[in-house]
């Protein structure tokens, strides 16, 4: 195991800056219980592309990227397991390769699976990743190994847990049997699109739309299960449209002095880029998940019932048309759709819902941007959740009011970490964590 002194941790978009004592490249399990049980304040970090300060911010610091190894496969059960800090696009091309998928991926494959279970990370048309797993260890905060499997009571705490309940080590998912997505993209009015969510839930094996802020429309991709040798007429749309990111980095950049310009750029940018058609095929991790970025940006999202979302929506577009309060939004608000399920700490904890993405496309200037608050005045309103793992300013009054597990979670959280270990300031805060007198056990 490799060990830094002294040294300063930056987000990948480098909005959070962290100073630490100790930071340890993990590579064995057992590694990761030493250093749990012999330090005080610990918290571990993937690929660092979490907006909300989760992950830093104590002494000790565990980097997880090196305990990347894909550990079995059990062909009759369709499983596989992997070490926590395996990056999400390895495990995906691992198991493409023996004819299997997990079939609801987030838009980003360079997360790691620890970092993307313990912020809820999601796909649409499916449940969050987390539902997925079929039994994992946890290394707990006295450096004990705790096996968990769907059986467990505990898993339905631990499955989405920001870490703060220990340490994810070895984790085994429970796939399906590949298949072919023929997916279809096209534009479409609001007015069109938002009546029609339900139905084409039904109807379709995925859904997601591009909502354009500032230009009453959204773009729609629909995805049907094809057999794979199906022909169709593959349309990827003009050439031009790979430099969208470009365009908008260029349109937006005075956006945080003059916000309006905002609502001009989005019309450019829906015509150049969200106009045409566009019809292709492949599996769901090569036809729908972004398997590259070009430049950094800044992220929240919320997330509110299915039933809820026409009234929430109406809302926001009345709030970011006003030109009054500067909560212009860059394009695109991502809207997809998370199925439910009982994990306490999940966005869709006993029902289905929905989550709507707000992007800043430049990171610098997140701070001043007006549209994060404006987005999460009005989902909070609704009962509304913010995704773990990006920009929110709801601390503890508020996640007791939107999530019925809360107390039970933080109850669980005092039992399996009585001196706050794992918890940085950011953390302390959004569980009202007392404070503790550190106790130290020593694992030879
Ligand atoms: C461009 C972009 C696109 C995104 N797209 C999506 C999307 O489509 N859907 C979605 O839901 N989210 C999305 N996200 C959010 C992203 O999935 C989460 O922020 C995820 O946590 C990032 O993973 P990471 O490896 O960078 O984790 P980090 O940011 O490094 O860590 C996140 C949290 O996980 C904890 N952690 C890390 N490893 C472990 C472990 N082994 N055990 C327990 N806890 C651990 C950390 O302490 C921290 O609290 C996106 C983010 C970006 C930047």
Redesign the pocket.
């Known amino acids: 195991m490799k060990q830094k002194e002294n040294g300063t941790w930056v987000?990948?978009?480098e909005n959070l800056k962290h100073n630490y004592k100790n930071l340890y490249n993990i590579t064995k399990e057992s590694e990761l219980q030493e250093v749990i049980a012999n330090n005080d304040k610990i918290?571990?970090?993937?690929?660092?592309?979490?907006?909300?300060d989760?992950?830093a911010g104590t002494d000790t610091l565990l980097d997880?990227k090196s305990?990347n190894k894909i550990v079995s496969y059990d062909y009759s059960k369709k499983t596989i397991t992997v070490q926590?800090?395996v990056i999400l696009g390895d495990l995906l091309e691992a198991i493409e390769k023996v004819g299997w998928c997990i079939p609801c991926?987030?838009?980003?494959n360079?997360?790691?699976?620890?970092?993307?279970?313990?912020?809820?990370?999601?796909?649409t048309s499916g449940k969050?990743?987390s539902e997925y797993i079929s039994s994992f260890r946890l290394i707990l905060a006295d450096g004990s190994v705790q096996e968990i499997d769907s059986a467990d009571e505990l898993m339905n705490a631990v499955k989405v847990?920001?870490?703060m309940l220990?340490?994810?080590?070895e984790i085994t998912f429970q796939c399906e049997t590949e298949y072919t997505l023929h997916v279809k993209e096209r534009p479409e009015s609001d007015k069109e699109w938002l009546p029609k969510i339900k139905d084409r839930l039904k109807q379709h094996d995925f859904l997601r739309i591009l909502w354009l802020p500032h230009t009453s429309k959204g773009y729609v991709i629909t995805g049907d299960k094809i057999d794979k040798d199906k022909e169709i007429t593959v349309n990827n749309g003009p050439k031009y449209l790979k430099h969208r990111r470009t365009a908008s980095k260029i349109l937006y950049k005075y956006s945080h002095k003059f916000p309006w310009i905002t609502a001009i750029a989005n019309k450019i940018l829906a015509k150049a880029f969200f106009s045409s058609k566009k019809e292709h095929k492949g599996s769901l991790y090569q036809a729908t998940v972004?398997k590259s970025?070009g430049s950094?940006?800044e992220?929240a999202?919320w997330t509110v019932g299915l039933d809820k979302f026409p009234q929430v929506f109406a809302e926001l577009k009345q709030e970011i048309n006003k030109w009054s309060n500067n909560s212009f939004i860059h394009i695109p608000m991502?809207v997809?759709f998370v199925q439910k399920d009982d994990a306490w700490l999940s966005y869709a904890y006993k029902e289905d819902i929905v989550?709507m993405?707000c992007v800043s496309r430049n990171a610098a200037t997140a701070d001043t941007y007006e549209a994060f608050k404006s987005v999460e005045k009005i989902f909070l309103k609704h009962g509304g959740r913010p995704?773990?793992?990006?920009r929110f300013a709801a601390k503890d009054a508020e996640l007791s009011k939107i999530y019925p597990k809360w107390e039970d979670f933080k109850e669980l959280r005092s039992d399996l970490d009585p001196t706050n270990k794992f918890l940085n300031p950011y953390?302390a805060k959004l569980v009202n964590a007392k404070k503790t007198v550190h106790a130290k056990k020593v694992v030879a």
């Open positions: 987000s990948w978009n918290r571990f970090f993937g690929n660092k592309q979490s907006s909300a989760i992950a997880m305990y926590s800090g991926l987030p838009d980003i360079t997360i790691t699976i620890g970092g993307a279970l313990a912020t809820g990370t999601h796909g969050l990743l847990s920001l870490g220990g340490v994810f080590s972004t970025r950094t940006l992220l999202e991502d997809r989550t993405g995704h773990w793992g990006k953390l």
